[in-house]
């Protein structure tokens, strides 16, 4: 055997002692889509992040579409990635798709948000906020706001989806011990801007003006933001004479705290590459049992 073909040997012979990790990881990530100011800096956030790990991510963005997702899915199951990851856009129709990647010897993790399948053993873990207790938490902040006494319009997320499910589960859990608290209008508004603003313009008409309510619970800030716009042009006080309360804590409803049109905004991480990549990348290289969900913590943060 001649010398180059020794070296050769020797080379090939270390980078398999050196296992995968020598190796950039493949992964597949299917994105919801777009929406709102939240979602594009968590998707940046992965881009970004899946540098510091050596992953070759695979991003597919579903403009809030699942058949996108589905196949988004698929492609990457042909290509044979690593692992994939799924922010699923509503928490049903998973099942099959989530089997055919069992059957190809994919793991699959869930982030942001969830699906609702029979088989929990279809996907690994799940790493994401706790939209219950995010619910939760606005109720129970706007209770202290209120004393326990408020006629609130709600705006939802995306008809189906984990946070809009889960939120609307939590705020309802506290505000329900209070029977003078209570919502009196609920609508979705998609986790959007526009549709926020679409939605309350709908409440002001229905409310007279608002009369009476009390407060405004938005899903997400981005609707709280085009409630905010419809209130502003109806000659509406947001945060003075309503309370206003949501979901994300972006820079935008920062901005909206400090100018006294906002009240409170429970914080959803969207640097959570930190969170995800570590534990994705453990588990290629050591299959090993996880729990089915890996919380990502929420804080609650309000003008002052
Ligand atoms: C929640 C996430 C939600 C955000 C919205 O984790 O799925 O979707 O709260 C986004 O801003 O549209």
């Given at each position: ?40 800096a ?18 597919a ?40 990647a ?24 799940r ?46 859990a506290?505000i ?16 959007t ?7 309350m ?22 609707m ?12 509406l ?22 100018d ?45």
């Amino acid at each position: 055997m001649t010398l180059k073909f020794a070296l050769a040997g020797v080379a090939l012979g270390a980078i398999a002692l050196a296992g995968p990790s020598a190796f950039a990881q493949t992964i597949g990530f299917s994105q919801v889509g777009s929406e709102g100011d939240w979602r594009p800096a968590f998707s940046a956030n992965m881009q970004e992040s899946a540098k510091d790990y050596g992953v070759d991510l695979k991003f597919a963005n579903a403009q809030g579409k699942q058949e996108e997702q589905l196949r988004a899915v698929r492609a990457f199951i042909a290509q044979g990635v690593d692992a994939i990851i799924i922010a699923p856009v509503v928490v049903t129709g998973w099942d099959q798709v989530l089997r055919e990647a069992r059957d190809a010897e994919i793991p699959v993790f869930l982030v942001d948000r969830d699906v609702d399948v029979e088989d929990k053993s279809l996907y690994v873990t799940r790493i994401s906020a706790d939209f219950n207790l995010e619910g939760k938490l606005a109720g129970a902040w706007l209770a202290a706001e209120s004393k326990g006494d408020c006629k609130i319009v709600e705006l939802q997320g995306t008809t189906g989806s984990a946070p809009a499910i889960e939120r609307k589960k939590g705020f309802e859990a506290v505000i329900g011990q209070f029977p003078a608290m209570e919502i009196v209008a609920t609508q979705s508004g998609d986790f959007t801007t526009e549709g926020g603003k679409k939605v309350m313009e709908a409440f002001i008409k229905s409310t007279d003006n608002l009369d009476g309510i009390c407060a405004s619970f938005a899903h997400n800030d981005n609707m709280q933001l085009g409630a905010i716009q419809a209130m502003k042009e109806a000659g509406l006080n947001p945060g003075k004479d309503v309370q206003m309360v949501s979901v994300d804590y972006v820079p935008a409803i920062k901005d909206a705290l400090d100018d006294g049109e906002a009240n409170a905004s429970v914080e959803l991480r969207s640097a959570v590459g930190e969170f995800i990549y570590p534990v994705v990348l453990d588990y290629i290289k050591n299959p090993a049992e996880l729990d089915k969900w890996i919380v990502i913590p929420s804080d609650l943060h309000t003008a002052d």
